[in-house]
């Protein structure tokens, strides 16, 4: 991505500044619950995949190692562990035991300095032939004599169903209120093709094949594949799926024959889950999952899955790569029985990329932690409208803490949704970048009990495709939906398409026994940068604002929806007519923000009408050379 530049009036902050970033500590002071303990192991099994002494039947030593990871899940009891030896493995993970405490884990984990990485998907070496049975008529395409090649599935050993036979959706919840929405994306077929490592457009018609003249995509890849191609440096070609699902066609970029690539297509739903639900205990360490077809929650169904399980390690992993979740973490559907354990995982140093959906799902999670993750590129399915895209999605979340993570380059999807009946979270010291989306980069949603959003960055939030907006909350950097009580200080919320802040109540939808009343929100110490609807946007008066700093502002740039009229303000009538933000001000600044390599420059010259130095901010007055502000590695407190 090109370097954003801007130029801010005042200050950034910046998240950064402060030991109170990246504590341990809840949104209500308490400590987080950690229950990790050192590891130690009573057995370890081996796998390895490329020795030719490897037999699923032996003993599992280094000597005479096991072939599959499977078979070593099959067998690997409290207390013990497998170490997985480079290579690539094409199976599907169902452990039927977890392990009894933390001291008696089971655990799934690379060998030191391997490249382990486990696929659901096959090679397509064998079978390819000039498509038949299927015509395009001149006048529908430019070419003279388009390459199209096709193959039969029949007897490859799908993994529960066949994924190009199966649609995205299933539940009628989707079929709502979708009369002026796209519905391509709910109706494709689960599988993916990939070419070279690169995925293949799916296209809803044999025609569309073949482009017309001067088009390389069609509307839709320009709407929403074209950032992947980009990213993954080169368009690789289309695949048209027949509607039984066993025979795909496809034509490659500069009509290239498939026997020049390396030619995958996903076989699985999942590529590791429990085959017994509610297991406790595992840990997944330094591993690679890539390749599931899995459809569009809800069910959540991830690429990888706790099965509503507990006290899960999932760390140093590599995700990549799943038609919807890529991981699972709560009780998989509405309609499920909520576990007697809920969450008490650790999800850490993970990098999560290229789902369709959602990176992160899961309801009714509790007393877990994310730290240090990197996700990004999702959400290139294009099914906002569903309600379950975002980086992390979570329902009914309770003590849970966010910590350094980074979250970028989303696509239809926001960025951090807490959705329903959420208590005690706090989204701490993380940064949020390059995000377009009908909703924002954080959003807590429903909420009735205190939450905590603090020292994160939020730098560069735009709008859904045009036609897909919703007036108010699209390209947000911060959103308050019918909550209650959030904590929302000293965050930097910059370079917005809507509002940095907004405040919106739903008093009918009910939780518990009453409706969102969005009161009593708390927004202290913050920076909002170039906010083009608004800075701070209340549904109504009863919220409170403090020693927040604005720059590059329109007119408005304040506002108080609710009674009507609307009041637009600026700070002095903020100040006047509210009491708001006495110690508060604005101030100029100049900058520059790089969400790929994280880096963040700035100036700062304060106006007159700066009455204190800025709180926890007087450290960065007088300014900043290039620094690297990825909060996997930055020492905030020294940052400054």
């Known amino acids: ?125 064998e079978g390819w032939k000039k498509s038949e049975g299927w015509v395009i008529r001149p006048s529908q395409h430019p070419d003279e004599n388009p390459q199209i090649w096709g193959i039969n599935l029949d007897g490859l050993p799908f993994d529960g169903y066949n ?140 690429l990888v899955s706790v099965n509503r399980g507990h006290h899960w390690i999932i760390e140093d992993n590599t995700l990549q790569w799943a038609n919807s979740v890529a991981l699972d973490i709560g009780k998989e559907d509405w309609g499920a029985v909520t576990p007697k354990i809920r969450g008490h995982h650790i999800i850490r140093n993970n990098v999560i990329r290229y789902a369709g959906i959602c990176g992160i799902a899961g309801p009714n999670v509790e007393n877990t932690l994310f730290k240090n993750n990197l996700l990004e590129w999702i959400g290139w399915q294009n099914a906002q409208r569903a309600w379950e895209s975002a980086g992390i999605k979570l329902h009914f979340a309770k003590n849970v803490l966010f910590l350094g993570n980074i979250v970028r380059h989303l696509w239809f999807a926001a960025g951090l949704w807490l959705d329903v009946a959420n208590e005690n979270c706090r989204i701490n010291g993380n940064l949020f970048s390059d995000i377009t989306t009908i909703s924002a980069a954080i959003q807590i949603e429903a909420s009735h009990f205190t939450n905590q959003i603090d020292h994160n960055l939020v730098w560069g939030v735009d709008e859904a495709r045009p036609g897909e907006t919703d007036v108010g909350n699209s390209g947000v950097g911060i959103f308050i939906q019918g909550t209650d009580k959030t904590l929302i200080n000293n965050n930097l919320v910059a370079d917005c398409f809507g509002s940095g802040l907004y405040v919106a109540a739903i008093e009918d939808r009910i939780i518990g026994t009453r409706g969102g009343t969005a009161r009593q929100n708390s927004v202290v110490d913050n920076v909002f940068y170039n906010c083009r609807r608004a800075a701070v946007e209340f549904a109504h008066p009863y919220n409170s604002a403090e020693g927040n700093f604005y720059g590059k502002m329109r007119g408005g740039f304040l506002r108080i929806n609710n009674p009507q009229p609307k009041q637009l303000l600026n700070l002095e009538a903020w100040q006047e007519f509210h009491g708001w933000d006495k110690e508060g001000g604005m101030a100029l600044m100049s900058g520059e923000f790089d969400p790929d390599q994280l880096t963040l420059t700035f100036s700062f010259q304060p106006e007159s009408k700066v009455k204190r130095k800025i709180g926890p901010f007087k450290n960065i007055m007088r300014g900043i050379h290039e620094r690297n502000v990825d909060p996997r590695h930055v020492s905030y407190q020294q940052l400054f």
């Open 1 to 125: 991505m090109k370097t954003k530049q801007i130029s801010l009036f005042f200050t950034v902050f910046l998240f950064f500044s402060l030991v109170s970033a990246q504590t341990r500590k809840l949104a209500d002071g308490s400590k987080f619950p950690d229950w990790e303990k050192p590891l130690v192991f009573t057995k370890t099994y081996y796998v390895n995949g490329n020795s030719p002494r490897a037999d699923d039947q032996g003993p599992g030593t280094i000597e005479r190692p096991l072939k599959t990871i499977n078979q070593a899940s099959r067998i690997l009891k409290p207390g013990e562990r497998v170490i997985i030896q480079e290579g690539v493995y094409r199976e599907s993970i169902h452990p039927v035991n977890g392990g009894t405490g933390p001291d008696r884990m089971i655990s799934y984990e690379a060998a030191e300095g391997a490249d382990v990485v486990v696929k659901g998907s096959v090679e397509l070496k």
């Open 163 to 302: 994924p190009f036979g199966m649609v995205n959706v299933l539940h009628t919840r989707y079929w709502l209120n979708y009369k002026e929405i796209e519905m391509s994306p709910f109706f494709r077929k689960r599988g993916l093709v990939f070419v070279d490592g690169k995925p293949l457009e799916q296209v809803e018609l044999y025609r569309e094949l073949v482009s017309t003249k001067g088009q390389s995509l069609s509307a839709y890849s320009e709407a929403s594949w074209e950032p992947i191609y980009e990213e993954m440096t080169g368009y690789a070609g289309k695949v048209w799926i027949e509607h039984h699902g066993k025979t795909l066609h496809i034509r490659l970029a500069d009509d290239d024959s498939p026997e020049n690539h390396t030619i995958e297509i996903t076989m699985k739903e999942q590529i590791f889950m429990p085959q017994v639900r509610h297991l406790g205990y595992i840990r997944i360490k330094g591993i690679t999952f890539e390749h599931a077809g899995n459809g569009f929650p809800v069910p959540q169904r991830g």
